[in-house]
Nanobody
Framework: QVQLVESGGAVVQTGGSLTLSCVVSGFSIEHYGVAWFRQAPGKEREGVSLSRRGGSTSYNDFVKGRFTMSRYNAKSTVYLQMNALKPEDTAVYSC???????????????WGQGTQVTVSS
């Protein structure tokens, strides 16, 4: 059974930092893309960062220079280091695994339940 479990979400003040983790079990991420998404209340889900199977990483414009994604295939784990957090970063952050041929548009086969990040002003 494939499971994706995110952790690390918390309440932080504007300008603070958090590191999110996504641990994948029952599946090797080595040959797949892994992405972070977020969804704020009343808004559509949006892609945050994508780590492709080839090793390259891309970011949505709204997090460039602030967030860093890393992956450790041997541990089937990815991280999202978030710095200089803003209130508009408040959302549920989820990770997803799949071929990701179309970037944030997928396809993604497996999703985690998400972890809440709240940035207070």
């Amino acid at each position: 059974q494939v499971q994706l479990v995110e952790s690390g979400g918390a309440v932080v003040q504007t300008g603070g930092s958090l590191t999110l983790s996504c641990v994948v079990s029952g599946f090797s991420i080595e040959h797949y893309g892994v992405a972070w998404f977020r969804q704020a209340p009343g808004k559509e889900r949006e892609g945050v960062s994508l780590s492709r199977r080839g090793g390259s990483t891309s970011y949505n414009d709204f997090v460039k220079g602030r967030f860093t994604m890393s992956r450790y295939n041997a541990k089937s784990t990815v991280y999202l280091q978030m710095n200089a957090l803003k209130p508009e970063d408040t959302a549920v952050y989820s990770c997803a695994v799949g071929e990701a041929r179309y970037g944030f548009w997928g396809p993604y086969d497996f999703w985690g339940q998400g972890t809440q990040v709240t940035v207070s002003s």
